[in-house]
Structure formats: C-alpha cells, structure tokens
C-alpha cells in the first residue's frame, strides 16, 4: 500500500514540480550553454559519454547546471550512483558510502560515484574521511560547490580531482531556456520579454524559469497577455552574486583595482557600487583605496594620496550608508588622476639590494654625530650642509657600493614631469 501512494505522489509531484525542476535537462544534447566544459569533443563530455568520469569538483554560481549536470552522469553511467548533501551528512555517512562501495566492487566489480552537493559546507575532519576511498579508487566523486574550491576543499583532496568552473549562463542561453520554459506552459513570449527574462535571471538558469512561471501565473490569474510588469513583479530584485569571503570578494576588488589602475572611471563606480550592494567592508575598499594612490598614481599625483587617506577616514567617521558617496568621490578622483608606479618600482629595485647586499653601511659623513666620542669615530666628518652650501645638493649619499644606482625614475606623467624637470635643470659644477 506504502508502494502505491508513493508511486501516485511521484506523478502528482511530477506535474506539481517547479517549471525549472520539471524542464531539468535529462541527457547531454538536453544541457544547455558551459561549451568550454561539457561542449562536443570537450573532455568532460567524452569521459561521460563513454562512462570513464573522473573525480570531479563542480564549481560555479547558483543555477549554472552543477547538479543538472552530476544527475546527467547518473542517468548515463553504468556505476552505482550515491547522492549525499554536505549540509546534512556525517563522517558516519561518508563511511557508510565507502563501506559500500568496497563490498559492492568486491561482489560485483561494480563502480560507485558519490554525489556530494555543496562540498563546501564540508569540515577537514568529513574531507579526510573521504579522501582515502578516492585515493585508492574506490568510489569516484563529483563535488557541487558555489564556493572557490581553492579556498574551501583540502588540498590533498583537490590534487586528487579535477576542478571545472562553471560560468553564470549568457543572455542567449538563458533566451533558449525560456524559450523552452515557454513551450512547455503554453504560453507566446516576445522577444522583448523573453531578453528582459534573461537579463532579470542574472545568469541563473533556475531563476529565469522561476521568473517565467511566476509572471505567467499572475498574468492568466488576471485574464490578462503577459506584459513587462509581470515579468518585473515576478523578478522583484535582481540576484547579487556576491560573497564577502570567498572569491568573488576577491574578483571584485581586482577588477576595482584593474580598471581604476586603467583610468576606466565608469568600471570602478560600477565595480565599487557592486561591492557595496554585496556588503563588503567598506574599510576594506578604502584600505586599497589608500594603497593604489601610492601604488599606482603616486608622485604623478599626490594629491590622490590624500583623497583617499579622507576617505579612509571618512568611513570611520561617517560610516555607511553615507559614506559610500566618499568613496564614490575617491573611486572617481583615483580613475582620473594620472598615473605612475614610478615610486612602486624605485622601492622594488631598493629592496633587491638590500635583500642581495645586506643593510650597507651609509658613508660616514652621513651617520650620527650625535653622541660623544661620534666625532672621534669620524661620524659626520665631510658632511656638506646643503642649505649653506649647493654642493650639497650634488653629493651621492648612497653607501659606497651602489654608489650611482638609480632606483627612481621620474615617469614624466603629471606633477612627475616638474619633478623630471627639475632635475635636468639643476646646474653641475
């Protein structure tokens, strides 16, 4: 009886389902979109096709096909398909699987592929449960995670499957899926609405049919054609992708860093308006802030310097959400300021000799006369006081050895060019 009501909510279940679970594609020529993983001839294809899948890590943003895709190879492989949520399972469990899959490859020669959904949310102690069953062979795993693996899985465990990343799905792949989401509810979208969906969904395949579905629903609980303003009631917000501690903290500021550094004023307001909506530290932003001014502008602008030590402190002393046009008001002054990294590379250069030749001694005309008996030691003796006398604007002041090294070199950009000037202009006797 147990068997029979199973098997009713099974297909009640079926035509209840979610459009997005109902339309989850079944077989490869069904996935859509990731070609640079799972496209003809690629790899990971092939080793599906002809059931040799390796040990895998799944990695990429909601909606992108990492369980589609692991569901795909159980559908297609000859092995022992095991499935468990890392939110949920315990070491016990892990062993349990490995337990299994050793008297099942004993008694059968059958092969077992685990399934482990958010192999992030896994602790080292579960990691290290698993790693021996993969070592030696024993189960093959695909891991799901929205997190950099890099940052979240055991080393020993990474070296030990491949990690593919899985991209957020383009405009036109999400155009094809709701193209799909509609022939399945019946329903005409034009183009204009289908491109709006695909925009809305933020590269989440789930989520441009969730959107799809929903705007359709209210539209014929009205009695009314699906218009613009379903779609934007049923899409609400569009999804921030964005993760404070994982990678995407970290792409972010990059991109920040990289466009400001290029002068593009548009990417870094958009760059820092992300970070912001994402709810990064704006400490953090202003941190880098402080440090590109030196880094990557410096004496061509020095200004920019103290622009964003203001905004350092300004996010001290105002505090969000109103400083965030303080930052803005520094992004923008940084994009646009000229830039240098003239001072970046004189204390690279610097460094190297002091790293090959040790803490060189400066000539004894420039160490302290400051002490009894200095004098004596010949501390200070031949030292020209250059406001009383230019030759001492002539003097190289480097320890004896480096003596004529040149480890800055004005870049000619900006406030630069004056000091450049400056320099050739000055008489030699």
Same mark, same amino acid.
């Given at each position: 009886m147990g068997d029979l009501f199973s098997e009713a909510a099974g297909r009640r279940l079926g035509a209840t389902a979610p459009l997005a679970q109902r339309l989850r594609p079944r077989s490869l020529d069904?996935? &859509?979109?990731?070609?640079?993983?799972?496209?003809?001839?690629? %790899?990971? @294809?092939l080793a599906i096709e002809q059931d040799r899948v390796p040990s895998m890590i799944l990695y990429g943003p909601p909606?992108?096909?990492?369980?589609?895709l692991a569901r795909i190879v159980a559908q297609t492989t000859g092995a022992e398909f095991e499935e468990l949520s890392a939110v949920q399972a315990t070491v016990a469990n892990v062993r349990d699987v490995l337990k299994q899959a050793r008297e099942r490859l004993g008694a059968s020669g059958r092969r077992t592929i685990l399934f482990l959904d958010e192999i992030h949310r896994f602790n080292k102690a579960q990691q290290d449960a698993l790693l021996p069953g993969v070592e030696e062979g024993l189960l093959t795993l695909i891991g799901a995670t929205t997190e950099n693996p890099y940052f979240e899985v055991n080393s020993a465990l990474l070296s030990r499957t491949q990690v593919y990343e899985l991209e957020p799905h383009s405009i036109e792949t999400l155009r094809d899926v709701v193209r799909r989401g509609a022939a399945a509810l019946e329903v005409e979208v034009s183009d204009e609405l289908e491109e709006q969906i695909a925009v809305r969904a933020g590269g989440d395949a789930r989520?441009?049919?969730?959107? *799809?579905? *929903? /705007? &359709?629903?209210t539209a014929r609980a009205e009695g009314a054609e699906l218009e613009?303003?379903? &779609?934007?009631d049923a899409a609400r917000k569009r999804p921030l992708a964005y993760d404070k501690g994982g990678d995407r903290h970290y792409d972010f500021? /990059? %991109?920040?860093?990289? /466009?400001? @550094? %290029?002068?593009?004023?548009?990417?870094s307001v958009y760059y820092l308006a992300a970070m912001l909506e994402g709810g990064e530290d704006a400490r953090f932003?202003?941190?880098?802030? &402080?440090v590109l001014a030196s880094e990557d502008i410096g004496n061509a602008d020095p200004q920019a310097l103290l622009v964003a030590v203001a905004a350092a402190q300004a996010v001290e002393h105002v505090g969000l959400p109103e400083a965030r046009l303080n930052l803005a008001q520094a992004a923008i002054y940084l994009a646009r300021a000229p830039k240098s990294n003239a001072s970046y590379v004189a204390l690279g250069k610097a460094t190297e000799d002091v790293r090959e030749h040790g803490h060189l001694m400066p000539p004894a005309a420039l160490r302290s006369a400051a002490y009894p008996g200095a004098r004596k030691l010949g501390r200070g003796r031949g030292y020209v006081y250059p406001h009383a006398d230019e030759e001492g604007f002539e003097v190289d002041c480097l320890p004896e050895r480096l003596a004529g090294s040149i480890y800055y070199e004005p870049s000619g950009i900006g406030a630069e060019v004056e000091v450049e000037r400056s320099a050739q202009a000055r008489p030699r006797e």
């Open positions: 069904e996935f &859509v979109g990731q070609e640079h993983v799972i496209g003809p001839g690629r %790899a990971l @294809r909606g992108s096909g990492k369980t589609t989520n441009a049919l969730n959107i *799809l579905e *929903l /705007s &359709v629903e613009e303003r379903h &779609v934007e500021i /990059s %991109a920040w860093i990289k /466009s400001t @550094r %290029a002068g593009d004023v548009q990417a932003i202003a941190r880098r802030m &402080v």
